[in-house]
């Protein structure tokens, strides 16, 4: 996915993260033993509370329904995990017959079988326990549809709906059993929406149960990852943030995959409101434009930890609806937010160090720069693993002013931690070959002033090198002459 707020790739691969342990000890769906099988279990599937549905005669058409077409963060994501440990990949697969348990402690597909019929029987014991199941006989209309909708989207489990006990808000929520789809409503939902409406609400939540299908069923071993390492006790924020944008992404993918079904995005959205609100009539496209409205004001973030906010999933809707070639680019600073270095999720951190490589390559980009000294040190960044068949091979052609035009607007979204960080970097580099003298310092500047790092890299400087002021503001002041005169005098 290609946004201001993505990161470009550089030719070298990308260091693996490193990955908190799994469990000590797990069933053979990838739970941890402690995590029973309940409502949202493994996806974050909590309350869902917004979906799609029928189209109205004014609604432009929207992309044709593709059955399991993903989200680019989550083929992202995926592609991440399954590269950065396959041992740990394997271990959470959900398939019987693969090492989904640690290697002394593998079972056999009768065993797996057995597990897995343990787990579906506790969900459905519990959904009896906590939720009223209509009756097929006296509820025909709703199960009706349903069903419509199930076959409109290529899904072939039976459908049992509930509705929960002791629950007042408008909820609706999936309770993932592998084979069956368990709907579960809460509060007075279906007094308050309407049938095309209700669709939507199904729709979505069959959704959660397609995102887990797909792919042979690679999100839903992603989704057990994530919560294994939040739960792991080393866990540390990049791995919270990661599940949390897992989530959000993956409730966004829901409201569109119902829209795709239905045809239409207004049922969707008005059934997002309602829940909302608890009003039982709205305006569709009146939210829609004040959604519009309320991003046109300036960056905004969601601050939602399972569920994006109702104004930025009608904005996604909309701009997927009108325009589905950049809606994922304009949803992506809104799901993610600015790249901070305190809220980095694990894809950003692979984003910041191919990032980091880029920046390294493009300032080392003379031939005078390239000392021994300073191809070592650049080498930290480059080969940071230390592998003998990586070589750094530095570029010295020049560089397109569309080059530095990318790099800046990357920049331009860093908050100022991560700016700083970027002038620490060409703070060793500028100290690291004393036979270069001030050819270095000017050559930062130079960078600096193309990507508007230079007011903090000045600051940096002067705190932590203690130059004279003068001197510093000659460098500064004849940067290009020193430069020019360094590539004369240095040998390539």
Known sequence: MTSENSLPDPEPPDPPLPTPRAPESSDQEGRTTEDPPSVAQATGDQASDDAPSETSVSEPPLPEPVLGELLPWHLALRDHLRSADQSVWEWFAPQPGTAAAPPN????????????????????????????????????????????????????????LYQAQNVHDLTACLVWVPGELHVVFGGPLRDVLTEQEVGAVLCHEFAHYELFEVEDGDLLRVDRMLSAMAADCAADSPHHRTLRTFRLWSELYCDRRAAQVLGGINDCVSALVKVET????????????????????????????????????????????????????????????????????????????????????????????????????AQRFLNPEGKQDQSVKLSTESLADTHWQTMKRQIDRFDADLRRYLCFILLDFITCDADLEEGPLAAAFLMCEQLGLTAEFRELVRKELKPGKRALQSVEANAEKIVRNMADEVPA
């Open 105 to 160: 402690d593998r079972a056999d597909d009768e065993t797996t079988a057995s597990e897995r019929g343990r787990a579906a029987v506790n969900a459905r014991r519990e959904l009896l326990k906590t939720a009223y199941r209509l009756d097929r006989d006296s509820e025909a209309d709703v199960y009706q549809l349903a069903e419509r909708l199930r076959d409109q989207m290529g899904l072939s489990p039976a459908v049992t």
């Open 278 to 377: 608890g009003l039982k009539d709205v305006n569709p496209d009146a939210y829609c434009k004040q959604a519009q409205e309320l991003v046109a004001t300036g960056p905004l973030t969601s601050e939602g930890l399972t569920h994006p906010e109702t104004f930025l999933r009608a904005f996604a809707l909309d701009r997927w609806a009108s325009d589905p070639d950049s809606a994922n680019e304009a949803i992506v600073p809104l799901v993610e937010g600015p790249l901070a270095l305190k809220t980095l999720d694990m894809l950003q951190q692979v984003q910041l160090v191919r990032f980091t490589q880029q920046f390294v390559r493009s300032f080392l980009n003379d031939s005078w720069l390239q000392s021994r000294l300073m191809v070592h040190h």
